[in-house]
T-cell receptor
């Protein structure tokens, strides 16, 4: 039973480029969460999705950031026109049928913006 | 809005000691509280999850307690080993899924051989 998969593990982008981060939840999980860990800070919740629906995006910056979890395929966190301040580790977590189920975390994608 | 604080921010102890990491949260209406371990440059490993109706959970040398009324949780590590060196994160689930988990900034633990 594979855990939560994230790719790429490391991503380097120049300012102004787009970053696309992928998350494949554990088999049978229909809830996906994205978190961001800035240097020297704790993990911060960004967005909570179920298949084809954004349930809560209260932690997502209003501009340049978007997320989706299509019916087929992984969840995508997309950052347009990246800036240096976007450099961080982005973690995805998945949970089972209930939104109170334990969240299982992926290994993270470390984004570096040059 | 839930806030989670972890004390101390860093801790260095000799191998073999028992130690306690502290976590406090401002909103006692939580569904559960979870302790994670994070190694440098790595993801999160779940250590213990305490449901709101529980007082403690144990796994091997680890014991986590929860006191909702006072807004506190502790992680007790017995007979510490150099392999326990990592950052330990406490996270409160106060939204039942919505809002995600609220994390503390962690305690960076070093066990000296």
């Amino acid at each position: 039973n594979a855990g939560v998969m994230q790719n790429p593990r490391h991503l380097v982008r120049r300012r102004g480029q787009e970053a696309r981060l992928r998350c494949s939840p554990m088999k049978g999980h229909s809830h996906v969460y994205w978190y961001r860990q800035l240097p020297e800070e704790g993990l911060k919740f960004m967005v909570y999705l179920q298949k084809e629906n954004i349930i809560d995006e209260s932690g997502m910056p209003k501009e340049r950031f978007s997320a989706e979890f299509p019916k087929e395929g992984p969840s995508i966190l997309r950052i347009q026109q990246v800036v240096r301040g976007d450099s961080a580790a982005y973690f995805c977590a998945s949970a089972g049928a209930s939104d109170t189920d334990t969240q299982y975390f992926g290994p993270g994608t470390r984004l570096t913006v040059l | 809005k839930q806030e989670v604080t972890q004390i101390p921010a860093a801790l260095s102890v000799p191998e073999g000691e028992n130690l306690v990491l502290n976590c406090s949260f401002t909103d006692s209406a939580i569904y559960n509280l979870q302790w994670f371990r994070q190694d440098p440059g790595k993801g999160l490993t779940s250590l213990l999850l305490i449901q709101s109706s529980q007082r403690e959970q144990t796994s091997g040398r680890l014991n986590a307690s929860l006191d909702k009324s006072s807004g506190r949780s502790t992680l007790y590590i017995a007979a510490s080993q150099p392999g326990d060196s990592a950052t330990y994160l406490c996270a409160a689930d106060s939204g039942g899924g919505a809002d995600g988990l609220t994390f503390g900034k962690g305690t960076h633990l070093i066990i000296q051989p």
